[in-house]
């Protein structure tokens, strides 16, 4: 069976398509959010000519980010990391077949991350709970297994049950060893899981707009929709909006790159 590989050229030029796609909305809301608002209105396409840093300030002040970007950190920051401890702590036994059904289990967790979400049951809950309206539970409600859960036990597979057999006749115990020593090995795939969960938790929009009515307690992207009915005509700022609530999850990749590419790839292939 021949396999007819693209052209070198012909990919190299796929590729360069795919970059300009993805890049050239950033790019150009970047330079949108320098300009002043009569160089936006007279070449709303060409380069910023006059920069205009003024008016990040002024989306920041006026749009009272600072409260809602603090929000939001919180909220991502306990929910990833709740998160993805509790899917390396479920998926070490079950990718060693520590527990009965395990096999049914990984089955389980994968079927459910196909599954709608049960919004109506999932707010009674939190209702009755009485952690509507409250940061304990908009954590609760953003802090899910699915994924992570998945990729993590496809890339503890890969880890040598020796390690295991070792780490027991030195008298580790399981929850030093699952602590001290897997979860230092799978740092691609942790990093990989807190990514994916926290860009979700951060972009969340429906889930804030059912689970939170305090102003007070809104994350960033309700308060990037506030800040949107206020100043809806001046898109220079609108533009510095966006640019500020669309950095740190752009940061957080940039830093966690080489870590997110290969624990995707090897949890996948593992798997």
């Avoid at 796609?21 to 007279?42: A, C, G, R, T």
Wanted: hydrophobic share 55%.
């Amino acid at each position: 069976m021949k396999i007819h590989l693209v052209p070198r050229p012909l990919g190299y030029l796929i590729m360069l398509i795919m970059v300009i796609l993805y890049l050239y909305p950033l790019l150009y809301l970047f330079n949108v959010s320098f300009k002043p608002d009569v160089e936006f209105i007279v070449d709303p396409v060409g380069i910023v000519k006059q920069f205009q840093p003024e008016n990040y300030v002024n989306a920041w002040k006026q749009g009272n980010f600072s409260t809602y970007i603090w929000n939001s950190i919180l909220y991502t920051g306990v929910a990833v990391g709740a998160s993805v401890l509790i899917s390396a702590l479920a998926a070490f036994p079950v990718s060693r077949s520590y527990i009965k059904w395990s096999n049914f289990v990984y089955v389980f967790f994968m079927i459910a991350i196909f599954l709608p979400n049960n919004m109506i049951p999932q707010w009674n809950l939190i209702h009755w709970l009485g952690l509507y309206n409250t940061r304990i539970g908009y954590i609760l409600v953003n802090t899910g297994i699915g994924l992570g859960f998945m990729l993590m036990t496809g890339y503890i597979k890969a880890v040598p049950r020796e390690l295991d057999e070792a780490a027991s006749i030195d008298g580790c115990s399981y929850s030093r060893y699952v602590m001290m020593i897997i979860m230092p090995l799978i740092k691609p795939v942790l990093a990989t899981s807190a990514i994916l969960q926290a860009i979700g938790v951060w972009n969340n929009v429906i889930g804030a707009t059912i689970y939170l009515s305090d102003k007070k307690l809104f994350p960033i992207v309700l308060g990037l929709f506030k800040f949107y009915g206020q100043f809806s005509n001046q898109w220079t700022l609108l533009a510095a909006a966006l640019v500020i609530v669309a950095s740190p999850m752009i940061i957080l990749y940039i830093f966690l790159q080489r870590y997110i590419i290969e624990g995707a790839m090897t949890g996948a292939v593992k798997s």
